[in-house]
């Protein structure tokens, strides 16, 4: 599978919808409620050319709506967890990242799959770093967003690694995340070194229910 390379012309919306009706020669769909979004993914994906400016735009359409989505929002009181929505059909993972306050995950890669983003509670800080140089130099900072109720944003291995926090000491979050194609394994990596460790990457419930708990070595 591939996808187009992604563009940053996408972050005003009426422009967005311009080129993407003009790319698509139709109208774009209508997003009124998440199962609007998992329909209209498992669209987009069957294609095995995917527009990336149309996935983000799905999820940028989508307005939070927690009657839709909490009964996959699962907290555990010591991590942030991950919690599987739809399999995309193989293709892709959409799931409900679920965080506590100041609840954080570690600097990481993404498998060389492409990762979107979107809060649909609560804000996320996120950090992005370039690759390390080496396993003994200081991972350096490229940029710190502050993503809040139905922000979405897009990143790849080609854009570098990030740390994503719930910086928050009163108030959760929960963000919605896609990831194509699905994977098990990610990196993680320290900050001060570069040092890189593998990572195995699990999920806390799948489709609404709690699954028995997996305590290797997770991101
Ligand atoms: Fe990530």
């Known amino acids: 599978m591939s996808l ?3 563009s940053n012309l996408v972050n005003e919306e009426n422009y967005c919808e311009i080129k993407l009706t003009k790319y698509l020669g139709h109208s774009l769909p209508e997003i009124q409620s998440l199962n609007d979004v998992i329909r209209e993914l498992n ?3 069957e294609s095995d050319n995917v527009n990336i400016e149309l996935v983000r735009y799905v999820l940028t359409s ?3 709506n927690p009657i839709e989505w909490k009964k996959y929002a699962k907290f555990d009181r010591l991590r942030y967890t991950r919690n599987l929505v739809d399999n995309g059909n193989g293709k892709y993972n959409l799931m409900l990242l679920c965080w506590g306050e100041g609840q954080a995950a570690g600097i990481h890669d993404h498998a060389n799959s492409h ?11 996120e950090v992005r770093y370039s690759w390390p140089k080496d396993e003994e130099s200081e991972l350096e900072e ?8 139905n922000d979405v944003i897009y990143i790849n291995d080609s854009l570098g690694l990030h740390r994503v926090q719930n910086v928050s000491s009163y108030d959760t979050c929960i963000s919605l995340h896609l990831y194509c194609p699905p994977y098990e394994k990610c990196s993680v990596f320290n900050q001060k070194t570069g040092k890189r460790i593998p990572c195995q990457v699990t999920f806390y419930s799948t489709f609404g229910k709690r699954i028995k708990e997996n305590k290797e070595n997770r991101q």
């Open 4 to 6: 187009e390379k992604y």
């Open 43 to 45: 669209k987009i994906f």
């Open 62 to 64: 989508y307005k939070s």
């Open 115 to 125: 990762c979107f983003m979107k809060i649909l509670q609560g804000s996320l800080e």
């Open 142 to 149: 490229i940029s710190k967003t502050r993503m809040d109720l």
